[in-house]
């Protein structure tokens, strides 16, 4: 298996303490040894790292917690591989760009069959991993109902058909952005928390940073960060439900569906 | 303007002394400071870094200039910026997955009237550079004309007709590669040098850097680096004529058209 994070942000917002937490997962605290990728939306620009080594040992991960990159949406995974072989080809984040946006998808769990979503056509997955392949079925299903993901109303209805299907393969748990609009949809796990004023103090879960987020905020900011477990230890996260989509936009849950 | 570089190689090879004096013209030695890209190839896998900062100046610069990834092919790009903004998704290199291969691109020049490239399908430009739109035309015309680009034969009679239509444009300096052909196309400036043994000693004339090869090598090694300018000063750089299109191969030039 493998771990997902994610930020939504009405401000651009550093990722690094969150990423910090979830970096231990890959390779010290967690399994999650087989690669890990960080995708960053900037002004409508997407710049993912990449490396197949251990995010916990990897220079470029090393690099990333040093960098104050700040922006409203990030995805992040790191990899357990089950479906594909460790290389970077085969490493999460992946990016395609549909109608002018790139969109970028992370995923977590297992699909059974996941050849049946292959196409000839479209969007074709260049690693062989399920979820690659998952990702590509998504955004070719959503061009031929010609339906727009960059709207919220109708990327959700379309998203919570398709993820459905895609859970009756196995388990299903993904990111997908285009900078401005967030979905998440869960399976087994994905956890969620909103950071708004007043803000207090917190604690890592994985490796020993404290972090006063009203020393690091102004009182506007409103800042959700999902993840597959939560990251904090003085938090209360929340667990969403297997089949559950959430559409995120500035930070904020949409009400959808 | 902006200034090139690619590489294409029969072994994994470390590009870091070629990027090392592109470098120094990213902000010191040259006037590129509007961002630089370097995408490498691995295994069929694509990872792009990018920064709208200077590459002398550039934290993520630095961090590659001490990772010593080794590849057959890469891509990079340093931008003085002329058409469109100086931010993230107006840097260069570019990348489309298209039939299940990521091809990764890079312009130097100016082209006049590119909306004239853009499409309502197909792939469309998500910055606002001539660049990215020619590339996305490229990709589409090909598509149209049902040209497979993975084969060298096909892929240079295709491109040397469209690059030189968007040669008549502008200036159309381009690179393009899928990890295995590398094409390199020339209107102004565009040098290239295959080393292979007996290797020996060169200086870069950017940067106080001197390596010697045979220490670095293989017998067997063929490297051609393709750049704007030569970037040694003790070396017998080709330069290519404009309207020529070279399509390389592990390292060999082929030997087409």
Partial sequence: MCELLAMSANTPTDIRFSFAGLRQRGGRTGPHRDGWGLGFFEAGGLRCFHDPLPASESKIAELLSQLPIKVKVAIAHIRQANVGAIELKNTHPFQREVNGKYWCYAHNGQLADSESLVSSHGFQAVGTTDSERAFCWLLNQAKVAKIDLTNPQSGYTFLKHR??????????????????????????????????????????????????????????????????????????????????????????????G
Same sequence: chains 1, 2.
């Fill in 163 to 256: 993820c459905d299907q895609l859970r009756r393969m196995g388990v299903f748990n993904m990111l997908l952005s285009d900078g401005d609009t967030l979905y998440c949809y869960c399976t087994t796990k994905l956890h969620w928390i909103t950071r708004r004023a007043p803000f207090g103090q917190t604690h890592l879960s994985d490796v020993d940073w404290q972090v006063n987020f009203a020393e690091e905020t102004s009182p506007k900011d409103v800042v959700t960060i999902i993840a597959t477990q939560p990251l904090t230890l003085d938090e209360q996260w929340h667990a969403m439900q297997a089949g559950e989509l959430t559409v995120w936009q500035q930070g904020e849950m949409l009400k959808l």
